[in-house]
Structure formats: structure tokens, C-alpha cells
């Protein structure tokens, strides 16, 4: 167990519709990652954000936004579903933001898109 | 612009026989160099890095990596395979610009009983 939490562990949805995932980094851990897990993308990095301020921005969709509350938790939304949109999301967190600190993901959020 | 790459899609391997995942790798500027492990179902578990130092680097449950410089390798190694071993593995590298990791394709390894 890496201590980061993610929910839900499963989410179906329909095209066109708008999800929540939700993740809660170690305890102690400012910074947090997103990272989108599908068969034809691999591992692709999405967003990071770093004590509740947006840090780095990848391969993120317009339609999905993120941000990290006080409590450093993070919630990833996505809207306006498509049919790609289904994949494995995962949240990663760091003690830091830097090159040294492995970052330890959590168990993921599988979304389907139907 | 920083990228790794793990030419085998599958490895094979007999229990008991040292096993080697391969990964190369390149940046500009130091490089930052990381080995996850997923099973199914699972998140992706940390097993070791190599940031500077001592070129061979322990990791968890056995696993070791050497870092190469002038063949920009980071080869993940263990001595003795376990059949609990066959999962899927990622090599990365840090970005050098952010923090983000920049995730391989991935090794399936397979250990036969």
C-alpha cells in the first residue's frame, strides 16, 4: 500500500457526461500527479500540482481540469466524455517537487466511457 | 527532449534464471532514472532509481539496475526470478524541466514455473 487514495475505484459513464475522480496523496506528501493509462497512449503525464498552486501541465485535454485543495487533496474532472476518454487514471504524490523523490501512485480510477 | 525506451514488449523467463529488463535512455543534462512495477489491477509500485552515485543500484524484492553512461542504459536485473515476479514494467526518467515522469511502453515479464 503507497498510502495514496484514489476514488472511486470504478466509474461507467455515458458520453457527454462530467466525472469527478479524487485522490489523497501520502500524508505529507505537497505535490501531486496525474497520469491517464490507456492501451494506445501508455503512461501520459497530465498534471502536477505543488502545495495547491498548478505546477506543470501535460497532455491535458481542454475539457479536463484539475486542482489540489488546502488539505492537499486533488480532484481530477473530466467533462464532455468521449469514448477515448476511457483509460486508467492514476494519482502519484512526492514529499517535493523535484528530480530526487520517487513519486508513489495510488491504485487508480478505471473509467469507462460508454 | 528526455525519453526512455524498452525494445522487448514480453520477457521470458524460467524460474530460478536471472532475468533482465532492458531500458535506454535519453536526456540532456543528468539523467534522473526510475523502475515501476504494476501488477494487475494495481497501482504502479516504485522499485528503485538512480539519481547519482554508485552505478549499480538495489531496489525492492531483490531487484537491482545498472546505469550505464556510455550506453545510456538502465537494465533492471534480478539474480533469481519468481513466478510472483511476472508483471508489468516501466522504466522512466524524469523530465528535466518539471518533475513529471516520462514513462517506457512497458515490459510484460513472464516467469514459467
Known amino acids: 500500500d503507497s498510502g495514496v487514495t484514489q476514488t472511486p475505484k470504478h466509474l461507467i459513464t455515458a458520453t457527454g457526461q462530467r466525472v469527478t475522480l479524487r485522490c489523497s496523496p501520502r500524508?505529507?506528501?505537497?505535490?501531486v500527479y496525474w497520469y491517464q493509462q490507456s492501451l494506445d497512449q501508455g503512461l501520459q503525464f497530465l498534471i502536477q500540482y505543488y502545495n495547491g498552486e498548478e505546477r506543470a501541465k501535460g497532455n491535458i485535454l481542454e475539457r479536463f481540469s484539475a486542482q489540489q485543495f488546502p488539505d492537499l487533496h486533488s480532484e481530477l474532472n473530466l467533462s464532455s466524455l468521449e469514448l477515448g476518454d476511457s483509460a486508467l487514471y492514476f494519482c502519484a504524490s512526492s514529499v517535493l517537487a523535484d528530480h530526487y523523490n520517487e513519486q508513489f501512485f495510488g491504485p487508480g480510477t478505471r473509467l469507462t466511457v460508454l | 527532449a528526455q525519453s526512455v525506451a524498452q525494445p522487448e514488449d514480453q520477457v521470458n523467463v524460467a524460474e530460478g534464471n536471472p532475468l533482465t529488463v532492458k531500458c535506454t535512455y535519453s536526456?540532456?543534462?543528468?539523467?534522473?532514472l526510475f523502475w515501476y512495477v504494476q501488477y494487475p489491477n494495481r497501482g504502479l509500485q516504485f522499485l528503485l532509481k538512480?539519481?547519482?552515485?554508485?552505478?549499480l543500484v538495489k531496489g525492492s524484492y531483490g531487484f537491482e539496475a545498472e546505469f550505464n553512461k556510455s550506453q545510456t542504459s538502465f537494465h533492471l536485473k534480478k539474480p533469481s526470478a519468481l513466478v510472483s515476479d511476472s508483471a508489468l514494467y516501466f522504466c522512466?526518467?524524469?523530465?528535466?524541466?518539471?518533475?513529471?515522469?516520462?514513462f517506457g511502453t512497458g515490459t510484460r515479464l513472464q516467469v514459467f514455473p
Open positions: 500524508s505529507g506528501d505537497l505535490s
Open positions: 522512466a526518467v524524469r523530465d528535466g524541466n518539471t518533475d513529471k515522469l516520462i
Open positions: 538512480y539519481i547519482t552515485g554508485d552505478n
Open positions: 536526456v540532456s543534462g543528468n539523467p534522473y
